[in-house]
Structure formats: structure tokens, C-alpha cells
């Protein structure tokens, strides 16, 4: 027996099919995961594709050899551990953030692209339920 008691083992044992990602009757759940894509698991169409969905990392990456070269080790390790802090502050799950900070630190933030006008989230389609969200972030789900 642990310490929780006998009433936990019981509450344990039962499953809850409404939390289950398949949905409640084995499909897929379209309120809350939205639709399936067959296009993600594709492999890429053109050649580029590739290299542009790994642009931003290819340009970090050339910017931090850059760095190095110029002014030594420390400048690209401190710009890292930079990055590292401004991604690890976030608003909860349900909320989108804009990472005003990191596109800050990347000099993006003069810069006016096509997200920035075309990526509106009070357009979006995708919102979930804000409680669920929160539990499956802090893992009680």
C-alpha cells in the first residue's frame, strides 16, 4: 500500500476517455487538434524548401561563426545564452506571444515582414481549451 490510501489506487485505474487524444469514440478530435494535413508528411516538394525552413538556424549559425571570428569565444556563447533566456519566457499556452525580445537580440524587430501582417491571432482558427492547455504544459494530463 503507498501513501496516498486505497482511494487513489481507485481513481487511478479508471480511464478517462475524454482526455484521450484519440477522442471519446477512437477519431480524431477536430475541435480541439483541428484537421488532420496530409502535407506535413510529405517529403518536400522543391529542392529550397528545405533550406527555408531552416533559415533563421543556417543564419544564426553563420552570424555566431561571424561573431567568433571577430571578436573570440565569449560574444556568440553570451548571444546564446541571451537566446536561451528570452525563449524560456513565454505567456501561458493558450495566449499567443508576439517574442518581442527575441526578435530584439536577431535585429528583427525594425524589420516589417509577411508575418507581421498576415499571422493576426485574433484571426486564428486554432483555440483550445485554456484549463486543458495549462494541464497538458504542466503535465497532469
Given at each position: 500500500?503507498?501513501?496516498?490510501?486505497?482511494?487513489?489506487?481507485?481513481?487511478?485505474?479508471?480511464?478517462?476517455?475524454?482526455?484521450?487524444?484519440?477522442?471519446?469514440?477512437?477519431g480524431?478530435?477536430?475541435?480541439?487538434?483541428?484537421?488532420?494535413?496530409v502535407?506535413?508528411?510529405?517529403?518536400?516538394?522543391?529542392?529550397?524548401?528545405?533550406?527555408e525552413?531552416?533559415?533563421?538556424?543556417?543564419?544564426?549559425?553563420t552570424?555566431?561563426?561571424?561573431?567568433?571570428?571577430?571578436?573570440?569565444?565569449?560574444?556568440p556563447?553570451?548571444?546564446?545564452?541571451?537566446?536561451?533566456?528570452?525563449?524560456?519566457?513565454?505567456?501561458l499556452?493558450?495566449?499567443h506571444?508576439?517574442?518581442?525580445?527575441?526578435?530584439?537580440l536577431?535585429?528583427?524587430?525594425?524589420?516589417i515582414g509577411?508575418?507581421?501582417?498576415?499571422?493576426?491571432?485574433?484571426?486564428?482558427?486554432?483555440?483550445?481549451e485554456?484549463?486543458?492547455?495549462?494541464?497538458?504544459?504542466?503535465?497532469?494530463?
Amino acid at each position: 500500500m503507498n501513501s496516498r490510501g486505497a482511494t487513489s489506487l481507485l481513481k487511478d485505474n479508471i480511464p478517462i476517455t475524454e482526455f484521450s487524444p484519440a477522442g471519446p469514440f477512437g477519431g480524431h478530435d477536430l475541435l480541439r487538434r483541428g484537421f488532420t494535413s496530409v502535407k506535413n508528411e510529405l517529403l518536400p516538394s522543391h529542392p529550397l524548401e528545405l533550406s527555408e525552413k531552416n533559415f533563421q538556424l543556417n543564419q544564426d549559425k553563420t552570424n555566431f561563426a561571424t561573431l567568433r571570428n571577430i571578436q573570440g569565444l565569449h560574444a556568440p556563447l553570451k548571444l546564446q545564452m541571451e537566446f536561451r533566456a528570452v525563449k524560456q519566457v513565454q505567456r501561458l499556452p493558450f495566449l499567443h506571444s508576439s517574442n518581442i525580445a527575441l526578435d530584439t537580440l536577431r535585429g528583427n524587430d525594425e524589420c516589417i515582414g509577411f508575418e507581421d501582417i498576415l499571422n493576426d491571432t485574433s484571426q486564428s482558427e486554432v483555440m483550445g481549451e485554456p484549463h486543458m492547455m495549462m494541464e497538458y504544459k504542466l503535465g497532469l494530463l
